[in-house]
């Protein structure tokens, strides 16, 4: 399987390189998106094999993952990882998303943060915990650490997509992305990883209250054009099964 990483960069001049750098140890193709970065992300990289991408101005994580994703389905590549710059996430569990896609290929692999929860900020949790719920009532089935931006895609759901991906978008857009899979029969497995919450870490660029609200406006719209759809509430509930989503654990036996 011929796997590559995106990674979209803002303002990450401290950790991009490393981050990109332990990529690299596991994929020969690591493309990094620098979102109008006014600091020196681009130079950081100097040295490194990867693909740099760079946007004029910043125009959001959406657009850089859909510019990232443009490049690598240009190179022919299966599948797509992406991956956060600040160091949050770890290269190292790379092989494991994709040992994951081999046991159910076609879904999307979602690198979960369940044990780390707990570690989590308060408002992040409280934040997180609403998501999953109304994206898995959007998509009919439960899907577990909906905000988790470290995910493996394969390419021919990327090359099904048609979603937008303007500024407005740029957090909406990895939770549509599982809403609008879910219709094309496309589903999230979770595989359990640990996340990062150090101290020294920048500070989110996900605002938890108007980004969380936009999150909630999109499948609120959406589940209104299908009259609310009930039988998708029952299933994510998990009193109804959906017969297209196991809903499995990466690494469990298939019981598809």
Avoid at 92 to 104: F, S, T
Wanted: glycine share 8%; net charge positive.
């Amino acid at each position: 399987m011929r796997t590559a990483v995106v990674i979209p960069a803002f303002n990450e001049s401290a950790t991009v390189a490393d981050v990109a750098a332990r990529a690299l140890r596991w994929v020969r193709n690591v493309y990094v998106v620098d979102d109008g970065s006014d600091d020196d992300t681009a130079s950081r990289l100097r040295g490194l094999p990867v693909t740099l991408i760079r946007n004029e101005t910043n125009l959001g994580k959406a657009a850089s993952m859909t510019r990232g994703f443009a490049a690598a389905l240009a190179d022919s590549m299966d599948a797509v990882i992406t991956l956060d710059a600040d160091g949050q996430h770890r290269p190292e569990d790379i092989p494991r998303l994709i040992a994951a896609a081999v046991q159910y290929p076609g879904d999307i692999i979602i690198a979960t943060r369940l044990e780390q929860r707990r570690r989590m900020p308060l408002t992040r949790r409280f934040g997180n915990r609403q998501a999953d719920f109304w994206i898995s009532w959007a998509a009919g089935y439960p899907i577990r650490d909906t905000q988790s931006g470290y995910r493996l895609y394969p390419a021919a759901l990327l090359k099904r997509l048609k979603l937008r991906s303007g500024r407005g978008n740029s957090f909406v857009y990895e939770s549509e992305v599982l809403i609008e899979a879910a219709r094309l029969g496309c589903y999230a497995r979770p595989v359990a990883i640990e996340a990062i919450y150090a101290h020294n870490l920048r500070k989110s660029h996900f605002r938890v209250g108007s980004d969380t609200l936009r999150i909630v406006r999109m499948v609120a719209a959406k589940l209104l054009k299908r009259g609310l759809y009930p039988l998708g509430l029952l299933r994510s509930l998990g009193l109804v099964r959906n017969p297209g989503a196991a809903g499995g654990t990466a690494g469990a036996q298939s019981t598809r």
